[in-house]
């Protein structure tokens, strides 16, 4: 069996804790409740485990059971024949903190938390995972930690990606560049997957030229799940950050299915992929900076910035709250922005078709924001490749209008840095010349053949070579 899963504060005298209806009635028939060790019978088979309380959102018809993978099944209390407890669980809510041990030897690294996945924990009243570790626990649950560096810790917030906005990203520039100041060896930002890369992408811009890495890490799956991903992701992330050479924002996630590495993607060109999958970031366009193991870096390419000794970064947080990202789609209407215009838009990044392309009835709304000052770049919602406005009427039309092609930005990032820009200035020949000079591999001058890979399930020549690689 799994470990003893964590509990919430519950009344010993209620074992049925969260159960009614028909999931009750059937603890009840068969004398057991909530932290149970059981085996059941039932229309559907034999199953043994733990059961857990059952969330306050859920309904009422099933049982709820830990079992010895560490995932949770649910079980039709009408199929239910037979249920026997054969013990029950020690239920330890809390991971202890420990004092990070400390090596004078070994490089200094600082631990911001904003919270995610890879620092969280199953709540048991809505079955849903919400952010509670604490940067401590996570050293009391990933002990490999310490053989990497020296870990200084900081909760900066405890939000789901979701949550995070111009106020934390501002908070979190500003605390790397003091840290910086005080002579860290490197950074590493723990963080919910979801939102990370836009936050890769505006830290790339609100702190620029840092002289150490900063890394940014999250994890797929919650720590009381067995194929966590969080304790392989935060030491290869605490190890760039000790020991690496490559001294900008990076993503560190999982690599393979396999846990042999993580990639180190660039925060301008990384983008979250698959809503589940632990490989789930890709660099589009271009290919990752490193691959990174517990015990080596593998660098993939060399025009990184390197590590320097110096304390030297720029911090600019600067932020207009009033861009957006408008995706275009057939038959879109021109009120949509005209509508962003009345609210008060200063910008307006369009994911376009193709080459960046919208339809006809959207241009006199396109003109009429333009006019009242709007700034509108134009990038493809394909992901890879340019925006080429030049090639047909229609994007030489846009442009003539006054929207500014892209070049290869993604979407996300085009819009953190129109947001970075406005913040800055509002003149339109500045904020053009901001937008398109790169700052850290947002545009490329070229893509390499072999930035872009998608390998089609079921065609024989992807199934053979499939069969060639670990899974």
């Not at 947080?317 to 509508?339: G, S």
């Not at 070049?407 to 129109?418: D, I, Q, R, T, W």
């Amino acid at each position: 069996m799994s470990s003893a899963p964590v509990s919430p504060a519950t009344p010993v005298n209620d074992n049925l804790k969260g159960y009614r209806g028909p999931g009750r009635a059937v603890l009840e028939r068969f004398g057991v409740g909530v932290w149970s060790d059981v085996e059941i019978e039932s229309a559907r088979g034999h199953f043994r485990g733990l059961i857990l309380p059952r969330s306050i959102t859920a309904d009422d018809k099933h049982v709820v059971l830990k079992i010895a993978s560490g995932y949770n099944v649910g079980i039709a209390a009408e199929s239910i024949t037979k249920m026997v407890e054969v013990g029950r669980r020690e239920a330890h809510y809390k991971i202890p903190e420990k004092e990070f041990p400390r090596d004078a030897a070994k490089p200094n690294v600082m631990l911001f938390g904003t919270g995610g996945t890879i620092a969280s924990r199953l709540d048991y009243r809505t079955g849903a995972v919400i952010p509670a570790f604490s940067p401590g626990e996570l050293y009391g649950s990933v002990p490999e930690l310490a053989d990497v560096c020296n870990l200084r810790t900081e909760k900066l917030f405890a939000v789901f990606s979701e949550n995070m906005g111009p106020l934390q990203y501002v908070k979190l520039a500003q605390r790397i560049g003091e840290e910086i100041a005080k002579g860290v060896d490197g950074i590493v930002i723990g963080h919910g997957t979801d939102t990370m890369h836009h936050t890769a992408a505006i830290l790339t811009f609100m702190v620029q030229n840092p002289p150490v890495p900063i890394v940014m890490v999250g994890s797929q799956r919650s720590s009381d799940r067995p194929s966590s991903d969080a304790a392989i992701n935060l030491i290869c992330a605490a190890k760039t950050a000790a020991v690496g050479d490559i001294a900008e924002v990076l993503v560190c996630m999982f690599g393979p299915t396999s846990d042999e590495y993580n990639l180190l993607h660039r925060g301008t060109r990384v983008r979250k992929m698959h809503s589940s999958y632990r490989s789930t970031f890709r660099t589009l366009s271009d290919v990752p900076v490193a691959m990174v193991s517990p015990t080596k870096i593998t660098h993939l390419r060399d025009d990184y910035k390197r590590r320097r000794k110096d304390r030297e970064v720029v911090i600019n947080t600067a932020f207009e709250e009033k861009v957006t990202i408008l995706y275009y789609y057939p038959n879109m209407q021109p009120d949509v922005v005209d509508a962003l215009v009345e609210k008060g838009y200063r910008g307006i990044v369009i994911a376009g078709t193709g080459l960046g392309h919208i339809n006809k009835p959207l241009y006199p709304a396109i003109q009429r924001a333009v006019a009242a000052g709007v700034h509108i770049y134009m990038t493809v919602q394909t992901l890879w490749g340019y925006c080429g406005m030049y090639v047909y009427d229609t994007g030489r039309d846009l442009m003539s209008l006054g929207v500014v092609p892209a070049s290869n930005m993604l979407p996300e990032v085009a819009y953190m840095k129109l947001c970075w820009v406005l913040g800055q200035t509002k003149d339109r020949a500045e904020v053009q010349r901001l937008m398109l000079t790169p700052v850290s591999d947002e545009i490329t001058e070229r893509e390499p053949y072999n930035g872009y890979l998608v390998y089609q399930g079921a065609i024989p020549e992807v199934q053979e070579f499939l069969r060639t690689i670990k899974r």
